[in-house]
């Protein structure tokens, strides 16, 4: 009989209604990529939980745009018409990627778009000395950079940029040819190429005062830039530093002001200047990227003098150093450091871990890359420290169909795990280790789910099907999100009656939540109780699960058998 019970559950197919509710979330329908300063068509439709359109909401929203910099406008919206808001005003200042365009209304309804937002055609050119930077996003118009003061006689480091009307590097300009002159300035090279709207050049004063120099690209209007040139009671400063430092530990930096540019042992004894570290990314002047730690940049010379022992550097790059003078003594001080310094990677101190695809299904495998990081997140290749990077299985079946132990390369090593038995959680150990000594320097455990769920999205599975709660049993039910958002788990029984409601949030911390509303291979287990936590009899249920992330809202049906 309970054979007989569990054929006629597993064919029995039944509809089920859907419940009407309020605006709840909005779609955005909006061109991408864009082109800074355009004019675009925007389309804002709101939508009920049940994913139909609300054609009776009537209220504003307000639009907001990130990352930063950049602006949109306008910043409000006027009343929606039938459920639909449109407009053709809507523009971004910024050229920037991603860029993720809400809109929220005072109810808490929400909606998201992402946006690629290119620079526009190049029409000028951005010139930059050292100590200069920009940023995108201004007005036309408006120049974004104050003259500098430059010595006489000393070849400076130029960065030139082909920017758009908003002052956005295009990065996409054509080959061309940029030509330099000016007026008490030598440009050396005179002329450059550049295939992607940036080159680099020396200029040299040869006067002093307020000097204009002038630079034309034939595909771009003309520019110039100002600058003031110094040159009386010229000191140089003399910077020394190791050629290379690892991030974060500390290292020396001595100075000595000379009179002589090549000749570090002049030493100016009546000099007191206080000078400022500018930090470069190495061949261009643009700033570097990492965070300087330890001393202040700005430091006082003793007798000309300066030594310094606790100078830091987090990030694993090349850079070179330039001094300028910022208060005290009488003379102006230019220098740089005699090498560039390349910056290495810290000893091990974290591993990240991700799972392609996230959710294993039994007998398949997934391929785990584990990314060793020092204290600062700079990838750390194995040559540098001497380690290895080791991959075993501390739970659960299935096996890892490599060698357990994986040379890292780049800072990334490489596993693959086939899943075992249905409906489990295997745990892999990833750690960093001495070739020598086996001292481990990072670990970590890595879950991995092992399921029936497809790889796939729009997949829905459960397992086992029909179940036996009386007995203690779950059923497990895997989805497949295309982006992780908050979730929706609606039963109902034979009747169209709501058995269980479940609203999951994707920022709660709870296990329970995290699984059901993460990107990738998802998963919630129903334990066959109603909402009061009384076991359901017996039947076909429909589960339901609506979940609402980044890229829209996906909706899964599925019929589970309870059979006690």
């Known amino acids: 009989m309970k054979r007989t019970i569990q054929m006629l559950l597993s064919i029995l197919l039944l509809g089920l209604p859907l419940s009407a509710s309020a605006a709840d979330y909005f779609l955005i329908a909006i061109d991408s990529p864009v082109q800074a300063g355009d004019n675009l068509a925007v389309t804002i439709t709101a939508f009920k939980a049940d994913d139909t359109m609300d054609t009776s909401y009537k209220d504003t929203v307000n639009f907001t745009v990130s990352p930063h910099p950049g602006t949109v406008s306008p910043t409000v919206s006027g009343s929606f018409v039938g459920g639909e808001w449109s407009t053709n005003t809507m523009q971004f200042i910024a050229a920037d990627d991603n860029v993720t365009l809400t809109c929220t209304d005072a109810g808490g309804g929400t909606g998201t778009a992402v946006i690629d937002v290119n620079a526009g055609p190049g029409t000028q050119l951005l010139i930059l000395v050292p100590g200069e930077t920009h940023t995108p996003g201004f007005s036309p118009g408006v120049t974004p950079i104050e003259p500098r003061h430059l010595i006489e006689g000393y070849s400076h480091p130029v960065t030139v940029y082909v920017v758009d009307d908003f002052w956005n590097w295009d990065q996409s300009f054509p080959s061309t040819s940029i030509a330099g002159s000016g007026v008490g300035a030598v440009i050396t090279p005179a002329s450059f190429n550049t295939s992607d709207g940036r080159a680099w050049f020396t200029l040299r004063l040869t006067m002093t005062g307020l000097i204009t120099t002038g630079f034309t690209c034939p595909d771009a209007i003309n520019n110039t830039k100002q600058v003031w040139a110094d040159s009386a009671s010229v000191a140089w400063l003399h910077l020394k530093v190791p050629s290379q430092v690892t991030a974060g530990a500390p290292f020396s930096l001595t100075a000595t002001v000379s009179s002589q540019e090549g000749d570090p042992d002049q030493v100016l004894p009546t000099n007191s200047d206080v000078f400022k570290i500018n930090r470069y990314m190495t061949g261009t002047s643009d700033p570097a990227l990492g965070n300087w730690g330890g001393q202040s ?78 204290q600062y997140g700079n990838p750390t290749p194995s040559d540098l420290h001497s380690f290895v990077v080791k991959f075993d299985q501390v739970a659960g079946s299935g096996f890892l169909s490599v060698s357990r132990t994986a040379a890292n390369i780049d800072g990334n090593a490489y596993c693959d795990f086939t899943g075992g038995v249905v409906n489990e959680e295997a745990h892999i150990r990833v750690r960093a280790e001495h070739t020598t000594t086996q001292h481990i320097y990072a670990e970590t455990i890595i879950p991995v789910k092992v399921s029936v769920a497809a790889a796939q999205p729009g997949a829905i599975l459960n397992y086992p099907n029909p179940f036996d709660p009386a007995q203690g049993q779950s059923t497990s039910i895997n989805y497949y999100l295309e982006s992780r958002g908050n979730v929706e788990i609606r039963i109902y029984d034979a009747f169209g009656r709501l058995v269980l409601s479940e609203n999951l949030s994707e920022t709660a911390g709870d296990t329970i939540s995290q699984n059901a509303t993460s990107a990738g291979g998802a998963n919630w287990a129903w334990d066959g109780r109603n909402g009061e936590g009384r076991i359901v009899a017996n039947g076909i249920y429909l589960v339901k699960i609506t979940a609402r992330g980044s890229t829209g809202a996906q909706e899964f049906k599925r019929r589970v058998g309870v059979l006690k």
């Open 297 to 374: 940049e700005n430091l006082s010379l003793t007798m000309g003098q300066y030594s310094g022992h606790n100078f830091t550097y987090d990030r694993a790059e090349s850079i070179w150093l330039r001094g300028e003078k910022t208060g005290g003594g009488s003379i102006y001080l230019i220098g740089v450091s005699t090498t560039p310094i390349e910056v290495l990677p810290n000893v091990p101190a974290a591993i990240q871990a991700t799972l392609d695809p996230a959710q294993v299904q039994a007998q398949h495998t997934t391929h785990i890359t584990a990314r060793i990081l020092d």
